[in-house]
Structures are given as structure tokens and as C-alpha cells.
């Protein structure tokens, strides 16, 4: 489209419009000579130039700026600049090389201004606090639907005819982990009722084994008792 029609569409200055079009066409390069081209045609713009159009920054700026700029962890809704967001390229590796010295002054300029740092430090944070809690979601941070605080029991049923492995330890600190988080409790039940599969040494090594788990005496329960 030529840059006057575009100019009127966008109600802005046919100069803009050109830049709004190199902007749009940044990110679809992909060829390293193309883009050099491209970075060869602002430096020359911008050698006596302090913005692109005007004497003051104007859209068509934040447009290329974005363009080069690039990183998705850029846009802010918050930041009215960020609607002119553009997706990532190779743009600005090439220009960090050095060889487009008024496009990098230029550049640096933008990124410098108080509105950009202030913007940039809260996505910063904003990603860093959702790193968090994708971690944390990702992690062993569960829960129990409709529990209520203070009415969980939770139980953890060894048998008193085998020695506890690795399988048992994660069982009992779920049932451990899940009594805590609501305050509930935690009851150890040992099936006592069949003398013929019982043995005092694992009997006691469980015990034993259950104090290092969890830190403590473990409530224990006896099916035995009610009889």
C-alpha cells in the first residue's frame, strides 16, 4: 500500500506510515542481508536525526522500536506503547554487533526513557511471579476437594508382616502431608488380628521407622482393641 493511503487509514503522517510498514515487515525477515539492508537505511535516516519523524518521539518510533526490540516478555497491557508490541526477530543480535552506530544510539535512547525501565521492571517481576507459582502448582502443593479444616483424618495402614520400603514413605507422608494442611489427624492402623502373619521384629522396626518419617509418635489405632 503506498504510505499516503496507509498515512489516511491510520490518520497519521505519511513519514509514520512508512515506518509502520517497516516495522510490520521487520519481523517477517529473515534473511541476514535483508535485514542489514534494513539497518542500513535507518542508520543513514537517523545520522542526523534524534527520532524518526519528528523532533519528538512519535509512534512510528515505538513501532520499529518494538519491532527490534522484539521479546514477547516485553508486552504489558499496562503500557499503552506495548499495543504497537511486534514479535521477536534476529533484528537486534545484528544490531548489537556495533555497525549501526545511530540506530543503536537511537535504540539505547528508547530503552533508557523512565516509562520503558518502570515498564520492564514489572514484567520482570510479573514473570518472575509466575514462575513461582507455576512451580509451585507443579510441585507437591495439592489439596483435597470439599475438605474442611479441622475434619481430616487421614490414615496410613502398614502391616505388621513385612518391613516398610520407599512405596510406604510416600504414602505416609501424604497422609501426614494432608492431615497437616487441614489440621486434621493422622491415624497409623495396625492390623493385629491375624497372630499368624505378625512378627514382634517387624512390629517394632515399624514403629521405628514411623518416628523418622514423621518426627514423632505416630497415633497409632488396633483393630485388636475392639474386640
Known amino acids: 500500500m503506498d ?32 535485514i542489514l539492508s534494513a539497518l542500513d537505511s535507518l542508520d543513514d535516516h537517523l ?9 519528538y518521539i512519535t509512534a512510528a518510533d515505538w513501532m520499529v522500536w518494538g519491532s527490534i526490540r522484539g521479546k514477547d516478555d516485553l508486552f504489558d497491557a499496562r503500557c499503552p506503547l506495548f499495543l504497537f508490541y511486534i514479535a521477536a526477530t534476529k533484528v537486534l543480535g545484528l544490531l548489537k554487533n556495533g555497525q549501526h552506530f545511530h540506530v543503536l544510539r537511537w535504540f539505547s535512547h528508547l530503552e533508557s526513557l523512565e516509562c520503558i525501565q518502570v515498564t520492564l521492571a514489572g514484567v520482570t517481576a510479573a514473570k518472575a511471579n509466575r514462575a513461582r507459582n507455576t512451580k509451585t502448582a507443579a510441585s507437591f502443593a495439592l489439596g483435597l476437594q470439599n475438605a474442611k ?13 513385612g518391613y516398610l520400603h520407599i512405596g510406604h514413605a510416600k504414602a505416609a507422608l501424604l497422609n501426614q502431608y494432608f492431615a497437616k494442611m487441614y489440621k486434621g489427624k493422622l491415624i497409623v492402623r495396625f492390623d493385629d488380628t491375624n497372630p499368624t502373619k505378625e512378627r514382634v521384629p517387624v512390629h517394632c ?7 523418622l518419617i514423621f518426627m514423632t509418635r505416630p497415633n497409632l489405632k488396633r483393630p485388636s482393641s475392639r474386640i
Open 47 to 55: 545520522a542526523y536525526r534524534t527520532f524518526l519523524v519528528c523532533n
Open 149 to 161: 479444616e479441622g475434619e481430616v483424618v487421614t490414615r496410613f495402614p502398614p502391616e505388621p508382616s
Open 205 to 211: 522396626n515399624t514403629l521405628r521407622y514411623l518416628r
Open 3 to 34: 504510505p499516503l493511503e496507509l498515512s489516511i487509514q491510520l490518520n497519521c503522517l505519511p513519514q509514520e506510515a512508512t515506518y509502520f510498514a517497516l516495522a510490520k515487515m521487520l519481523p517477517a525477515v529473515t534473511g541476514v542481508p535483508d
